[in-house]
């Protein structure tokens, strides 16, 4: 059982690069989610979805797009990287239907845009 | 106000202490609490759910104030490998994500 995956782990793009980090679960989880995490920022949402073909905004969607056309997958696309965009990225699911369940996160993304 | 607050710490305590994270949250209509660990470098991982009665797992007691609106992780007989990264982590109603707070850094010293 391999949980969340998360590809690549490291990345370093050029500003106005775009790159689709992918993310997988084997666990049937209908909750997805992608956060960024920046030091003294705490996790940020950027997109989440609650099922294949929905998805919805968080809190910094700006620069970022998603698609959720199986259950299994959530890849994260930047469209044009700005240095903005350095960041951790984790991908997260949701054991059950719903958010208040235990969040599975997968071991992150770090990108670097120079 | 931020939806939840947590104090960012460090916590610098020595082995075997006793120590405390406090965190509170701004939507009395929160439904839903838990407590996350992220070590450096990794992803956050749950440490426990936080129930209305208050809950213990093994050194850890959590507890939640509904009327004050706060939750607490009490951390018993320090070990070196508690130094991590506490998220306090709050859900609320209907379909909405979980909100995360910064975390609280606790730095266990031999």
């Known amino acids: 059982n391999a949980g969340v995956t998360q590809t690549p782990k490291f990345q370093v793009l050029k500003t106005g690069q775009s790159m689709t980090l992918q993310c997988a679960q084997d666990?049937?989880?209908?909750?997805m989610s992608w956060y960024r995490q920046d030091p003294g920022m705490g996790l940020r949402l950027i997109h989440y979805?609650?099922?294949?073909?929905?998805?919805d905004q968080g809190e910094v969607p700006n620069g970022y797009n998603v698609s959720r056309s199986t259950t299994e997958d959530f890849p994260l696309r930047l469209l044009s990287a700005a240095p903005s965009q350095t960041s951790v990225y984790f991908c997260?699911?949701?054991?059950?239907?719903?958010?208040?369940?235990?969040?599975?996160f997968g071991p992150g993304t770090r990108l670097t845009v120079t | 106000r931020k939806e939840v607050e947590q104090d960012p710490g460090p916590f610098n305590v020595p082995e075997g202490a006793t120590v405390a994270f406090n965190c509170t949250y701004s939507?009395?209509?929160?439904?839903?609490f838990f407590w996350y660990r992220q070590d450096c470098r990794k992803e956050p991982k749950l440490l426990m759910s936080v129930y209305s009665s208050g809950n213990e797992d093994g050194r850890f007691t959590a507890q939640l104030n509904r009327a004050s609106q706060y939750i607490s992780l009490l951390i018993r007989d320090s070990k070196l490998s508690d130094s991590a990264t506490y998220l306090c982590v709050v859900g609320n109603s209907g379909n909405t994500p979980l909100v995360f707070g910064k975390g609280t850094r606790l730095s266990v010293i031999a």
């Open positions: 997260a699911s949701s054991r059950k239907t719903g958010w208040n369940y235990e969040q599975y």
């Open positions: 939507n009395s209509a929160s439904q839903s």
């Open positions: 979805s609650v099922g294949a073909g929905i998805t």
């Open positions: 666990m049937n989880h209908e909750y």
